[in-house]
T-cell receptor
Framework: KNEVEQSPQNLTAQEGEFITINCSYS?????LHWLQQHPGGGIVSLFM???GKKKHGRLIATINIQEKHSSLHITASHPRDSAVYIC????????????FGQGTRLTINP | DAGVTQSPTHLIKTRGQHVTLRCSPI?????VSWYQQVLGQGPQFIFQ???????GRGNFPDRFSARQFPNYSSELNVNALLLGDSALYLC?????????????FGNGTRLTVT
């Protein structure tokens, strides 16, 4: 069964700090998604990756296939980065459906 | 280009009623997926449709059904509403099958069952 765990559940930091959010999954996957959800519900896709590392602006996503682990990093964090960050995985075998983590609520204080 | 659009944005229904939620994907996208997000939790997969065929179904009762039309828009239907069906219902579209193509989400329909 494909299970996804995120840590921490809540994270509060000061503006400018380096942020790391972790995601672990339990089965072999074909893709791992990082999503951002702001209050009100809208979800934005940040990254989709199956190996290595991707970078977009101040955001970096990495994945270690052998360890079944992915991280989302935010450099020079800003209050506008405050949101819920969600990872989701698609298993290689079995039911073709995305399985989501419970989300990490990030608050960046000025 | 228009993004993924969902309607209505908010809906209040009574237990036992039926509801239909609608989703229009980004032009050119052939895959539509539906998710339920209860307050404080991550989304849960309900259905995926690709090229008008059901490609995946989550662990939801038969009261939940969906379909995809020739123009790739989609409807999610929920019968015999329960209080526990109150949630944000999200639709996402992608070029290819769900999960292996970048996803584009709509803003969701917030359903309240009283």
């Amino acid at each position: 069964k494909n299970e996804v765990e995120q840590s921490p559940q809540n994270l509060t930091a000061q503006e400018g700090e380096f942020i790391t959010i972790n995601c672990s999954y339990s089965v072999g996957i074909s893709a791992l998604h990082w999503l951002q959800q702001h209050p009100g519900g809208g979800i934005v896709s940040l990254f989709m990756l199956s190996s290595g590392k991707k970078k977009h602006g101040r955001l970096i996503a990495t994945i270690n296939i052998q360890e079944k682990h992915s991280s989302l990093h935010i450099t020079a964090s800003h209050p506008r980065d405050s949101a819920v960050y969600i990872c989701a995985s698609m298993a290689i075998q079995g039911a073709q459906k995305l399985v989501f983590g419970q989300g990490t609520r990030l608050t960046i204080n000025p | 280009d228009a993004g993924v659009t969902q309607s209505p944005t908010h809906l209040i229904k009574t237990r036992g009623q039926h509801v239909t939620l609608r989703c229009s994907p980004i032009s050119g996208h052939k895959s539509v997926s539906w998710y339920q997000q209860v307050l404080g939790q991550g989304p849960q997969f309900i259905f995926q449709y690709y090229e008008k065929e059901e490609r995946g179904r989550g662990n939801f009762p038969d009261r939940f059904s969906a379909r995809q039309f020739p123009n790739y828009s989609s409807e999610l239907n929920v019968n015999a509403l329960l209080l526990g069906d109150s949630a944000l219902y999200l639709c996402a579209s992608s070029l290819g099958p769900e999960g292996v193509s970048p996803l584009h989400f709509g803003n969701g329909t917030r359903l309240t069952v009283t």
